[in-house]
């Protein structure tokens, strides 16, 4: 045989196989982005349950252990009292950051994204700040502990400005997509990608679209 086609062909054989090996991990790359919460649209949940057990009187509050398009759970605070899910319920939901809305418009959206920030903070070991949200949107429940009703004080205290809580994302349920019995499943809050995160997936892709065009040259 001849050695220097010999050569030539293991050597084309070794860069395949390291192109392969970029294609693939830039694929786990893009699937990754994939499952990250999305700032617009229509997006599927699922409710896999409340990590913590934490409560209000008996009723799950922060955090609720919610799928966005199939990705990771996440931990999100439910801002709706009168509705409700079952575990491994489904359903269809918008989903807008509440930086982008009008806060004379949406103030309650704002309070609420105030009050989630809070419970983001604390891990969700202050269950009064849960109740506080529900309160704002429904008047429920009607018997606040004092420690609930201070903080709806406060949130309502407050001055907003448009573009505030750009990280926070509002969860809305569609009427009718829902996959249990219990009707029109419950609105979360919940928050965007952490800006390390994004940056890493950003020089993650770069890194191997470098390195692709390298072997390409090659």
């Known amino acids: 045989m001849n050695w220097h086609k010999h050569c030539n062909r293991t050597a084309t054989m070794e860069s395949n196989t390291k192109l392969t090996a970029v294609l693939s991990a830039m694929f786990l790359l893009l699937l990754m982005a994939s499952s990250l919460p999305a700032a617009a649209g229509n997006i599927n949940m699922q409710f896999n349950g409340t990590p913590t057990g934490d409560n209000y009187s008996g009723v799950p509050s922060y955090p609720y252990n919610v799928s966005v398009n199939g990705g990771p759970n996440q931990w999100m605070m439910c801002i709706s009292y009168r509705e409700h ?4 319920e489904t359903w269809k939901a918008t989903v807008t950051s509440v930086g982008s809305l009008d806060p004379n418009t949406y103030l309650l959206d704002y309070e609420a994204a105030f009050l989630f920030k809070m419970a983001v903070a604390d891990h969700g ?14 008047g429920v429940p009607s018997s606040l502990s004092p420690g609930a009703q201070g903080l709806v004080a406060l949130a309502q205290s407050q001055t907003y400005s448009k573009g505030e809580f750009s990280d926070v994302l509002l969860y809305t349920a569609i009427p009718g997509s829902q996959s249990g019995g219990l009707g029109i499943a419950q609105n979360f809050l919940g928050t965007t990608p952490e800006p390390g995160t994004l940056a890493l997936l950003g020089t993650g892709v770069l890194g191997l679209g470098g390195l692709l065009r390298r072997r390409l040259r090659g």
């Open 125 to 138: 070991a202050d269950s009064d700040i849960n109740a506080a949200a529900w309160w704002l949107f429904e």
């Open 85 to 88: 899910i079952s575990g491994g």
